[in-house]
């Protein structure tokens, strides 16, 4: 069992910058043998992959629609994963998710996540 809990949520202009945290605890599997997610789901519209990180290698994987202003990061020694979000607009206003999947292979696909965190709001006002 792995617990998640998401910080850095809160309201910020277009343009602007918020630095999201995920930290995981729990037994079971370790946090370095994790791919971790970021999802969104803003009001009336399904959950959507955001950006991921591998558990080897630490490589990195973005939505079309974040790439070139969101980072996503991870620091095995302090069990969190974190997305930079830089040059936000009002379309990227959702709660945001942490999630991990145990699996092999990395996937963008929300099935694939095992562990989810309670999610953070982000507001980017215009």
């Known amino acids: 069992q792995v617990q998640l809990v998401e910080s850095g949520g809160g309201l910020v202009q277009a343009g602007g910058s918020l630095r999201l945290s995920c930290a995981a605890s729990?037994?079971?599997?370790?946090?370095?043998?994790?791919?971790m997610g970021w999802f969104r789901q803003a009001p009336g519209k399904e959950r959507e992959f955001v950006a991921g990180i591998t558990f080897i290698g630490g490589r990195t994987h973005y939505s079309d629609s974040v790439t070139g202003r969101f980072t996503i990061s991870r620091d095995n020694a302090k069990n969190t994963v974190y997305l930079q979000m830089d040059s936000l607009k009002p379309e990227d206003t959702a709660v945001y998710y942490c999630a991990a999947d145990t699996s092999v292979n990395f996937a963008r696909e929300l099935e694939s996540y095992d562990y989810w965190g309670q999610g953070t709001q982000v507001t980017v006002s215009s």
């Open positions: 729990g037994p079971g599997r370790t946090f370095s043998g994790l791919h």
